[in-house]
């Protein structure tokens, strides 16, 4: 399992791959179970600005750290483009949800490089 000190270490280089002022960054929620709800492996709620992690939703490492890297960058975009092609295109084939899907599978190398240099794993 991957531990919070590794992950607000994430959250610190997304901070600077998005340029996310400190104020704007979400806060993050780890929940150490399975959803029981839904098979999601996180979210990130515009209302109040938070990224939930359902880490027993995940196989590995890497995959823990695409979804963070998709969450925050759903908090970089705006709320009121991401509903309304929600609502025309649906979830799946909503622009704002390929990117984010797109920049996590691009970037999360990156990132568990930048943890690997810091000793992380």
Not at 79 to 102: R, T, V
Not at 110 to 119: A, S
């Given at each position: 399992?991957i531990?919070?000190?590794?992950?607000?270490?994430?959250?610190?280089?997304?901070r600077?791959?998005?340029?996310?002022?400190?104020?704007?960054m979400p806060k993050?929620?780890?929940?150490?179970?399975?959803?029981?709800?839904?098979?999601?492996?996180?979210?990130?709620?515009?209302?109040?600005?938070?990224?939930?992690?359902?880490?027993?939703?995940?196989?590995?490492?890497?995959?823990?750290?695409?979804?963070?890297?998709?969450?925050?960058?759903?908090?970089?975009?705006k709320?009121?483009?991401?509903?309304?092609?929600?609502?025309?295109?649906?979830?799946?084939?909503?622009?704002?949800?390929?990117?984010?899907?797109?920049n996590?599978?691009?970037?999360?190398f990156?990132?568990?490089?930048?943890?690997?240099?810091?000793?992380f794993?």
């Open positions: 399992m531990k919070r000190k590794t992950l607000v270490a994430a959250m610190f280089w997304c600077s791959e998005y340029n996310i002022p400190k104020e704007k993050l929620r780890l929940v150490k179970s399975k959803s029981l709800t839904t098979d999601f492996m996180g979210k990130y709620n515009f209302d109040n600005n938070t990224i939930t992690l359902y880490l027993l939703n995940h196989k590995s490492v890497m995959d823990i750290l695409d979804t963070l890297l998709h969450e925050v960058y759903h908090s970089t975009q709320i009121e483009i991401y509903n309304a092609m929600d609502e025309y295109f649906g979830y799946k084939n909503n622009p704002l949800e390929k990117d984010a899907i797109d996590a599978r691009k970037t999360k990156r990132l568990y490089k930048y943890l690997l240099e810091l000793g794993f």
